[in-house]
């Protein structure tokens, strides 16, 4: 795609409203697991988009990617995705290596970046919300977060993109001074349980989720190995993941996320926490994003989630 195509691609799409857009860079990730390695087309943007797709909404996706990673960007169009991308030198090429069983347990290196996103990358975009997916800190800066501060939008971001710093191509957990500086923006924040700890301090989960609340957001959405957390207006709803298989085990927090937050669209934060949780579990039983149907996360809840 020449740029002049790619300019006129994003001013036509930021003309519509939708009713969810994702943003964060595309990732190419090598997975090194018991199983075996693996290339798998990654990036929160693109889990996220394919759950929400899933659901029949109005769905856009904001990346960086680079032109011989562009596969991506038709495949979420023939889903109905309505695709903003800005080529770039480099994809964000990442490794992830899991020692064992547990997802929460990972080592991430970095070999390159699609650099960082402007505001002007969002700024003529429309969405009741939109969901922010970066991979690591310096992705999306505070002025980003500002610009969607200023519509009446809902805002939901995933902390790993924060408390994951890129060291020497490492991916190493730090604290995040600025968090509230940020989080007073947001609607919705998520988090897995390691993330929680870096973020608040706390190891126990529910005494994360309340300080996590207590920097701005609404509504904290917090997975752990088993399942799901919400923290949701004073009150917590918790919820487990029944997958068949641990196939796909990237991508779990970033489809959990996308997943429900477009439920919060149509559903109380209940129903969209066992939505999230049933859709998750389907995921990790295959290698990539969620490609299933309304359908088949209708009968994961009716046969693991329905008392």
């Known amino acids: 795609m020449h740029k002049d195509e790619e300019l006129r691609g994003e001013l036509s799409a930021a003309r519509r409203r939708y009713d969810v857009v994702f943003v964060g860079n595309y990732t190419k990730d090598t997975i090194v697991s018991a199983a075996g390695t693996r290339v798998v087309d990654g990036g929160g943007f693109n889990y996220g988009a394919h759950a929400a797709a899933a659901m029949g909404l109005r769905v856009a996706a904001i990346t960086r990617l680079a032109h011989e990673d562009w596969r991506v960007v038709d495949r979420l169009s023939t889903l109905g995705v309505e695709v903003l991308a800005r080529e770039t030198p480099h994809s964000t090429?990442?490794?992830?290596?899991?020692?064992?069983?547990?997802?929460?347990?990972?080592?991430?290196?970095?070999?390159?970046?699609?650099?960082?996103?402007?505001?002007?990358?969002?700024?003529?975009?429309?969405?009741?919300?939109?969901?922010?997916?970066?991979?690591?800190?310096?992705?999306?800066?505070?002025?980003v977060l500002e610009a969607l501060a200023s519509k009446p939008?809902?805002?939901?971001?995933?902390?790993?993109?924060?408390?994951r710093v890129e060291r020497e191509g490492k991916l190493a957990y730090e604290g995040w001074p600025e968090a509230r500086l940020f989080l007073q923006h947001v609607t919705i924040v998520k988090a897995d349980a390691v993330e929680a700890e870096w973020l608040t301090g706390e190891r126990e989960i529910r005494r994360a989720a309340r300080l996590m609340a207590d920097l701005g957001p609404a509504e904290v959405v917090l997975t752990h190995r088993d399942?799901?957390?919400?923290?949701a207006h004073g009150q917590f709803?918790?919820?487990?993941?029944?997958?068949t298989a641990l196939v796909g085990r990237s991508g779990r927090g970033d489809t959990c996320l996308g997943s429900y937050a477009a439920k919060r669209l149509v559903a109380p934060p209940e129903e969209a926490a066992v939505w999230a949780a049933a859709l998750t579990s389907l995921k990790m039983e295959k290698e990539g994003p969620f490609r299933g149907t309304s359908q088949d996360v209708e009968r994961m809840i009716h046969a693991r989630y329905t008392r």
Do not use: H, K
């Open 93 to 143: 090429c990442l490794s992830l290596v899991y020692p064992n069983e547990n997802p929460d347990e990972r080592a991430i290196y970095v070999a390159s970046s699609a650099g960082a996103y402007t505001v002007d990358q969002v700024a003529g975009v429309d969405a009741r919300t939109f969901v922010l997916n970066p991979s690591f800190r310096g992705e999306v800066g505070l002025d």
């Open 153 to 163: 939008v809902q805002t939901a971001i995933d902390v790993q993109g924060w408390v």
């Open 227 to 231: 399942g799901l957390l919400v923290y």
């Open 237 to 243: 709803i918790e919820t487990g993941f029944y997958p």
